[in-house]
């Protein structure tokens, strides 16, 4: 019994170990499937978050990697750079000449020949054809700059037009629910009950800013935040209150009929608004995404923030920054050198060529023949060695026409002069380019000041004309006329901040990158 109970000890002891070996691989094998799953969820919130987190400069980024027509630009400039890699010795020439009949000459039968010839260009030619070369390269590449640059500012121009389009929508949802909340203060003056609380919702709906100036913290399936919440509500708001227009009935308050309906036309003209507003973001957004290389149908997000902060000054240094890296002034510059190296390569070809080579020619022996001192000696040959024989050979080119060479160097200076004039006028037009563009800039910042303030007196006086209109009954019409002059100033506001945006976005497109 003793040894049994031990040998079942044993044996539960056994179980034990293995059940707890078990146990610990499955924790083990739990756990690790736990920690991938648990990165790979991390992983995917991260891409999610980058993919919708993607700023103006991450959209220039894809566009300058995969714009096709950039692309294609910068393949050109590759091309180009094979030029350099082409600038060598010509050919040699081989002659090999072989005789029907051996030529019988004194030291043999000359059977074949064969000459070889190397002709060299006069001293710096290679030189000069190379530099020519790379500078007509780094030409072309300063015109894949420009057309990068060109690519860059379509890109913050289409960036900004959706942003001006979707801060609209906001602008346009934050006066809708004004016009909601002024509904309700003239239903409750026309049936006579409190509107004090009706007054408060309109003080809140005028004071609160609107989201175009906040960042877009939403996604509308094309990745454009806002305006879908605001415009939710508000139909709601609004069948709410035909619901109260339907069974309010005849009215007892001091309110007018004609008021509410009044703001029930504005309403519905703002929703209809908003819904063309949704129309014309979807070209833009295929135009975005088309400049960037991706499908049409891709998600942008666009941030809502604006506003640009120069330090001061910064005209004077950008001005000199466009005189020096400006693009289409490089180019010029390095195309205006390549005709200067086209110009001594006509001096230099109308130098001599020198041309060095060796002619080898096969002899066989040729036998003897005739008789020594028969017939006074003349029919007798001696037999020849039939020794091959090596000769040096050098040649040289003379350019005595000098007439092609002249023309040559005369097309090279007039080119030259061009291309100075060229330069010259181009410069004069960034600059006067930059002052239009900073004239412009300097009007929006004075527009800006103007609009922001006339925002604030206007929200301040409609606060003032709502309180009026509940307690004494003022006229409606002045309202309606401040709310309007609202709902401008501050669309006004939004188009002058992009304008300006656009304005910093041509001035960088002078400067190139």
């Known amino acids: ?241 035909a619901a109260s227009m339907s069974s309010m009935g005849s009215g007892g308050g001091s309110g007018k009929l004609t008021d509410v309906l009044r703001l029930q036309v504005q309403i519905k003209a703002l929703e209809s608004d908003l819904q063309q507003l949704e129309v014309d973001k979807r070209p833009l957004l295929v135009r975005f995404n088309q400049l960037l290389g991706r499908d049409k149908n891709e998600p942008v997000n666009i941030q809502s923030q604006l506003g640009s902060k120069k330090e001061m000054g910064w005209e004077i240094a950008m001005l000199e920054q466009i005189l020096e890296s400006n693009p289409m002034l490089l180019m010029l510059e390095k195309e205006g050198l390549a005709f200067q190296k086209q110009g001594e390569m006509a001096k230099l070809e109308g130098r001599p060529m020198f041309g060095l080579g060796l002619n080898y020619m096969v002899f066989s022996p040729r036998p003897e023949s005739g008789v020594p001192g028969g017939m006074g000696g003349m029919d007798y040959m001696p037999a020849g060695m039939g020794n091959n024989m090596v000769m040096p050979m050098a040649t040289v080119s003379l350019p005595i026409y000098r007439k092609k060479y002249k023309a040559m160097e005369a097309e090279s200076r007039l080119y030259r002069e061009a291309n100075e004039r060229q330069k010259e006028d181009l410069q004069r037009n960034l600059e006067a380019e930059f002052e239009s563009i900073l004239a412009s800039i300097k009007d929006a910042d004075r527009k800006v000041r103007l609009l922001e303030e006339q925002i604030e007196l206007s929200e301040q006086t409609l606060e003032l004309s709502v309180t009026a209109y509940a307690t004494e009954g003022s006229s409606f019409e002045e309202i309606l006329n401040i709310q309007r002059e609202l709902l401008d100033f501050r669309l006004n506001l939004l188009n002058t901040k992009i304008e300006r945006e656009i304005e910093f976005a041509r001035v960088e497109t002078l400067v190139g990158i």
């Not at 992983?43 to 999610?48: D, K, N, P």
């Not at 260009?121 to 290679?126: A, E, I, N, S």
């Not at 780094?138 to 690519?151: D, G, H, I, P, T």
């Open 1 to 241: 019994m003793k040894e049994e109970l031990i040998i079942k000890k044993r044996i539960a002891n056994s179980y034990s170990r293995k059940r707890s070996w078990y146990l610990n691989q499955y924790l083990s094998i739990s756990f690790n499937i736990h920690k991938y799953l648990f990165l790979v969820v991390l992983l995917s919130i991260s891409i999610l978050f980058q993919s919708s987190a993607q700023t103006l400069e991450d959209y220039l980024e894809i566009a300058a990697e995969n714009n096709p027509a950039l692309q294609g630009s910068f393949k050109i400039y590759q091309a180009s750079l094979e030029k350099t890699n082409q600038v060598s010795l010509e050919s040699p020439q081989l002659n090999i000449g072989v005789f029907t009949r051996p030529m019988e000459l004194l030291m043999g039968n000359q059977r074949a020949e064969a000459s070889v010839m190397q002709m060299f260009p006069w001293f710096g030619m290679l030189r000069t054809q190379k530099d020519e070369a790379t500078l007509m390269a780094e030409a072309k590449y300063e015109e894949f700059r420009q057309q990068r640059n060109v690519l860059l500012y379509q890109v913050k121009e289409t960036y900004f037009q959706l942003q001006q389009l979707q801060n609209t929508m906001d602008i346009t949802s934050a006066n809708l629910e004004i016009l909601k909340s002024l509904e309700q203060l003239a239903i409750i003056r026309y049936q006579g009950g409190n509107t004090s609380e009706a007054v408060s919702s309109v003080s809140t709906a005028v004071s609160r800013p609107a989201r175009g100036g906040q960042p877009s913290g939403g996604d509308d399936g094309m990745g454009m935040g806002g305006g879908s919440t605001s415009r939710a509500s508000a139909m709601g708001q609004s069948s709410g209150s």
